[in-house]
Structures are given as C-alpha cells and as structure tokens.
C-alpha cells in the first residue's frame, strides 16, 4: 500500500513525538521537542501558509515529515520552502517523493514561483533532489563542539570600559533592542532568499516566546547600555544547545563582540549540564566561522540549498 500524506495533527502531543522521532533520526544536529514542533505549527504566521506534512506508511507509522511554506518576510514576494525529512530506516518507500509532490502542490496553490529545500550533502540525497528537478545553490555547515571536553576560554576579568555582559532574561520586560539588533544583523546575514522583518508582535511570537529559546542561556554584550552584539541559544532543556543567531551590529564588528557573547553563553551551556552544542553556517560566512573555530566547532555535515522553479496555479 502506498505511503500516505497527511497534516500533522494539532494538539496530538503523539503526533509530534512521531516528527521528532524522524527529524532526529534524519538529521541529529538540529534540536527538535515535541512542545517545539507544536509550537512552529501554532505560531506560523498566516502569510507563511505553513503546514507541517507526514508520511505514514501502510502500517500506520510516520516514517517522514516536511515543513512547507511561503518565505512571508522576504522582500522577494512568491518565495517557498519545503525541507523534508525521511526516517533513514524506512527509505525507498516512496515517502520522500509523496512529501515533495505535496508541498509543491501546496506552494504551487498557494502563488510560490520558487522553492527551495536544504537537502545533505550526501550522494543517494543530491539525486534524489536532481531527479525531482531541483538545482543546487548555495551551501551551509552544520558544527559541532563537544561541551564536555571543549576548552572554553575564561571570561576576561575585566570588560573594557563601557563594556558589560546581560543575558535575554534582563530583557523580560522589555525584549525590543534584542527585536532591533536581531532584525538589523538578519540584513547581512549571507543566503539565497532576503529576509526583511519589522513586525516586532510577530517576532515576540515566534522568536521571543519560543519554546526552544532558552533566555538565560542568550547573551547579550551592551556597549554604553546599547546592545551591540548577542548569541540566541536553544536548547532541548536536556543535553542539547543549538545556537539560532548570533550578530553583531555593524558599527561593533571585528571588536571581538561575538566572541564575547557566546563565550559567556557557552560557559552558562557547559554549567547547565548541556553537552552538546551546534550551530549551522552558510560556507561563504567568513566571520562566523572564525568565531565558532575558534571555540573549537567542527563541522559535522554539509547541507546544500536546491531550488526549483514552480508552475504556479495562480
Ligand atoms: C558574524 C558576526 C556575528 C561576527 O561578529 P563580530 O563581532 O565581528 O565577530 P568577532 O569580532 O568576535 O570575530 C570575528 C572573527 O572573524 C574574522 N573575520 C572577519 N572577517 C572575516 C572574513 N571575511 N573571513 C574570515 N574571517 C573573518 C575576524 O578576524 C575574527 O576572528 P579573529 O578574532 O580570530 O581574528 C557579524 O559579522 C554579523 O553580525 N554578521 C551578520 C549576521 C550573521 O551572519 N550571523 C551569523 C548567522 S549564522
């Protein structure tokens, strides 16, 4: 019996257990929770059209997943993403063909003229998105450093003047400067599709309010009470810490700032009793991936970014 698509089910706390059984056996380095992938489902901006799809097989077990949607925030209208996910143990089973063929229909319906999917760098993968008619772009790094064994520098006894370290949490009642510095180091952030936001009551949804974001764990450096530099971190809230953006505001790049930032939010991880950390680098971010060298990170898979034009449907 062929392999069935279908919407993730809402408030299905199984159902999400399913996704992160498959995302994690699929691809180890990103952090996935169950509260986490009912939370991307709830908080998905309307203009996203996002669903989050799974392929059941015959005998009624997810065996993969995709997230589907339009790039709402970029400034390049008709943008859409698919990233599929295949549980490595039952491929072959036509679920990741059935995933695609869905999503597209869905961009497709909903005006995409372009989709883009990241797709690991792996033969029996870059054909499978060869068959399916995409091409690849551009590629990024996914890094890892061993919390337990990294040799992680002290922090420097005495900041330079002017100079202090906070974490998110100082920012409970105000989050709007992380709002700001994040919106204004996303600009220069390298990738294929622009990403513009200015919708600090959406950001607060998704970014401030979300499940993974750990706030004590998320380090910010103000320069004269202005943040010039911070590191977001997620976490699992058991082993796992992934960072999900780290910037610098241009006028404070070079200074070290970045390093600042997650060195303090790496020394929280470790005392936390967090082991692992990860990060993902787009391969043309120079600067980024001196900083995390020089915390030790190694890169541990490469994912290319594939992208198809769509007949639209409207
Ligand atoms: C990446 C970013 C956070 C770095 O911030 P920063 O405060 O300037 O970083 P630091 O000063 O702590 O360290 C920068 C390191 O990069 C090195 N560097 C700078 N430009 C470089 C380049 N083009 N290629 C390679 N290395 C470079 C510096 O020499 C320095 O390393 P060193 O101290 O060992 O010499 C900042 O450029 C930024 O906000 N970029 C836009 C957002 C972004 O891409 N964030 C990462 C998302 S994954």
Redesign the pocket.
């Known amino acids: 019996m062929p392999t069935t698509i279908r919407d993730l089910r809402p408030n299905d706390p199984a159902d999400a257990e399913s996704v992160v059984r498959v995302r994690r056996a699929a691809l180890p380095f990103m952090i996935s929770t169950a509260p986490g992938v009912a939370f991307e489902l709830a908080c998905a901006h309307p203009a996203k059209r996002y669903r989050l799809l799974v392929a059941e097989s015959a005998d009624g077990q997810v065996i993969g997943t995709a997230q589907v949607g339009i790039v709402y925030d970029s400034p390049e209208p008709g943008q859409g993403f698919v990233n599929a996910y295949v549980d490595p143990a039952r491929r072959g089973l036509g679920a990741g063909s059935a995933l695609l063929r869905a999503a597209e229909e869905h961009l497709a319906a909903e005006g995409a003229k372009d989709s883009y999917a990241w797709v690991l760098d792996e033969p029996p993968h870059r054909a499978f998105a060869g068959r399916h008619g995409y091409h690849p772009s551009r590629s990024a790094h996914f890094l890892r450093l061993d919390l337990t064994t990294a040799a992680l520098p002290a922090l420097p006894r005495n900041l330079p003047a002017g100079v202090e370290l906070r974490t998110a949490s100082a920012f409970a009642a105000d989050p709007r400067p992380l709002f700001e510095a994040d919106a204004a180091?996303?600009l220069?952030?390298?990738g294929d599709v622009a990403v513009e936001f200015d919708d600090y009551e959406d950001w607060l949804r998704h970014t401030w309010n979300n499940p993974y974001l750990d706030r004590s764990l998320t380090s910010v450096v103000l320069v004269d009470g202005e943040v010039a530099?911070f590191t977001a971190a997620h976490t699992d809230g058991a082993t796992r810490y992934s960072?999900a953006?780290?910037?610098?505001l241009r006028g404070?790049?070079?200074?070290?700032?970045?390093?600042?930032a997650k060195n303090d939010s790496l020394l929280r991880a470790r005392a936390a009793g967090y082991t692992q950390a990860f990060?993902?680098?787009?391969t043309g971010?120079?600067?980024?991936?001196?900083?995390n060298t020089?915390f030790g990170y190694e890169v541990c898979a490469t994912e290319t970014r594939f992208t198809k034009r769509l007949e639209t449907l409207r």
């Not at 404070?252 to 390093?259: D, H, Q, S, V």
């Not at 990060?279 to 787009?282: I, K, L, Q, S």
């Open positions: 180091t996303s220069d952030e390298p530099a960072s953006m780290t910037g610098t404070f790049r070079g200074l070290g700032m970045a390093k600042l990060t993902g680098n787009d971010n120079g600067p980024m991936l001196a900083v020089w």
